[in-house]
């Protein structure tokens, strides 16, 4: 039947000296078994070979459990695993998972087999035993749900030995009820899905017969209750669920692989039995649904985790800003037109700009009160007194009688500026104010006190293209006109934040987006994810639509702003700009 509990004479596998990864890895594993399984004497052996033929194994009367560490995924250094971070556990599931289902059997698996008992009823309570414990494991640590399942395949796919052609499951009643006992049961305990079995569910109620099947669904769940020092109702349970095959409980069950009149046809003919490839199949979409399952994590864990994830992004943001900043102009950049020369009105809006960022950026000088026992300062008659009488009576004065008032002028926050305009077809009114408004902007950022950056780029057919350069005052105005559709927004956002560290929170820092919104999914979506996680960074967004267009689609979370004028683009932009700046602290 099941090989997870070792006989009384067994002995351990004979697997070190290993690698000294190993030896940690078994160490690791072993300090955090006694929260598992509630004992404190548990001894844990991982290594390549260890789990006495099974993928893992439990020795009650030596208090070991032994994992084989060819469940160990490929990538896994066994040296480099912290098991003590729920988090980390994740990187190797599967041995986790056996870890855990053999820390189950420490707990729960305390009754033994008496002298003399039937064996056919003995060899049916063992199997029953595996169910039972993860049921009445998850009824005390619900928690490791996760684990169990992420092991369930290579525990039932060793007990059915369904990846062995010359083992493998036939239609037979003794491997249906197996294969039942292994997988239905499982749903019953809360570690697998009906829908998950539910092929395995149709091919053993095909075998076996309803009325059966019922029967031994009865048995299992009753298994389910049993305490876990109940000999007698275990074995008990184990001849009712011979007595439901049909077989003695007072005969050894019979050898796989012998003659059996009542097998189905299918069987025996050198090919895969439906049962076995039902198996296989439960064993695949129980692996492609655990995958899917949510990972119990830790605060550090997360906390690593998301530190990692965002210096990814940040490496991303930078790729994307050297790609579009650092190679000069794209020669497939077709909408770029050419430059013109500013006009008088667009230089003085960018000096009307530059001054009012720097009145943005002007802070009130801080206060601060300072007590002292010597000058400089304002004398406090208060404080002299107390100070004189700490003295008469031979007492170290602790009074402070002066005090003086420091005023420090607090610098203005940085500025970083990034606008994103959409150059398809639909916002062709928007290109040439647009283009003047990057040169206004920039050359606000020049004439402006506060330390302002900015930088704009267009997106459309499938390019980002840079209009303004980070830090750079161009001395004409590039123009550029539309093309067709292409909106990489997503590549648009990632490289302004590569080039102006919007996702970093030391400065006043603002996004604007100069579209309709009528994007691809496949940009879209991207997009929507590198703006929020601007936003949470603290970044502000700005989503200027075009007025009377039915096309108008703003992202999720951005605050939108109508222009039912192109003309004012500037003057929208330098609003928000200003407003950011003084929003900062």
Not at 408 to 432: H, N
């Amino acid at each position: 039947m099941t090989t997870h509990i070792a006989a009384p004479a067994a002995t351990p596998t004979a697997v070190f000296p290993a690698a000294p990864g190993w030896l940690t890895l078994s160490a690791r594993f072993g300090d955090e078994v006694p929260a598992i399984a509630d004992r404190d004497d548990l001894v844990v052996t991982v290594a390549p070979g260890a789990g006495h033929d099974a993928p893992a194994c439990f020795f009650p009367d030596l208090a070991a459990i032994e994992v084989d560490g060819t469940h160990l995924p490929s990538g896994v250094d066994p040296a480099t695993v912290e098991p003590h971070r729920v988090g980390d556990r994740k990187r190797y599931r599967t041995a986790w998972g056996l870890l855990t289902h053999e820390c189950a059997h420490a707990q729960h698996s305390v009754w033994r087999k008496p002298p003399g008992v039937p064996p056919g009823a003995a060899a049916a309570a063992i199997l029953l035993e595996e169910s039972r414990i993860e049921a009445a494991h998850l009824r005390r640590r619900p928690q490791d749900r996760y684990w169990l399942r992420g092991s369930a395949t290579k525990l039932i796919l060793a007990d059915t030995r369904a990846t062995d052609p010359a083992a493998a499951p036939t239609m037979t009643k003794l491997d249906a009820a197996q294969s039942a006992a292994l997988l239905l049961a499982r749903v019953d305990g809360g570690v697998l899905n009906g829908r998950e079995v539910a092929r395995v569910q149709r091919v053993v109620r095909g075998i076996l017969g309803d009325d059966t099947l019922a029967k031994l669904r009865a048995i299992w769940r009753t298994a389910h209750r049993v305490a876990d020092d109940d000999a007698t109702a275990m074995i008990e349970l184990g001849r009712r669920w011979c007595e439901a095959l049909g077989d003695d409980p007072d005969q050894p069950p019979p050898q796989r692989g012998a003659a059996d009149p009542g097998a189905q046809p299918g069987s025996g003919n050198g090919a895969p039995t439906p049962l076995t490839q039902a198996i296989t199949a439960a064993a695949i979409a129980i692996v492609n649904a655990a995958a899917a399952d949510p990972a119990p994590s830790d605060p550090v864990t997360d906390a690593m985790e998301a530190r990692a994830a965002e210096d990814a992004a940040r490496a991303r943001a930078v790729s994307a800003a050297s790609t579009t900043f650092g190679g000069g102009m794209s020669p497939y950049a077709t909408h770029i037109t050419g430059t013109r020369l500013p006009t008088t009105a667009e230089r003085t809006a960018a000096r009307q700009l530059g001054r009012a960022l720097t009145t943005a950026g002007v802070r009130d000088r801080t206060t601060t009160t300072i007590t002292s026992a010597i000058p400089p300062g304002r004398l406090r008659v208060r404080g002299a007194m107390t100070a004189a009488a700490q003295r008469a009576a031979g007492a170290i004065p602790t009074a402070e009688p002066f005090t003086r008032t420091t005023r420090k002028t607090v610098p203005a926050p940085p500025l970083r500026l990034g606008i994103a305009c959409d150059v398809t077809d639909s916002m062709k009114a928007y290109t040439a104010p647009v283009a003047s408004a990057a040169w206004i902007l920039a050359h606000a950022a020049h004439h402006t006190d506060v330390p302002a950056t900015t930088a704009t780029v267009t997106f459309g057919s499938g390019l980002v293209t840079p209009v303004t350069h980070p830090g750079a005052t161009p001395a004409r105005i590039t123009e550029f006109g539309t093309g067709l559709a292409g909106h990489v927004i997503d590549d648009a956002i990632e490289a302004l934040d590569g080039a102006l560290e919007l996702s970093r929170p030391n400065a006043a820092r603002l996004l604007v987006v100069i579209s309709d919104g009528d994007f691809e999914d496949e940009t879209r979506d991207p997009g929507q994810r590198l703006l929020d996680r601007l936003r949470a960074s603290g970044c502000a967004v700005l989503w200027l639509l075009p007025g009377g267009s039915k096309w108008n689609r703003p992202m999720d979370g951005v605050t939108n702003h109508t222009l039912t004028d192109p003309a004012a683009t500037a003057r929208a932009i330098g609003q928000a700009a200003t407003a950011a700046l003084r929003a900062t602290r």
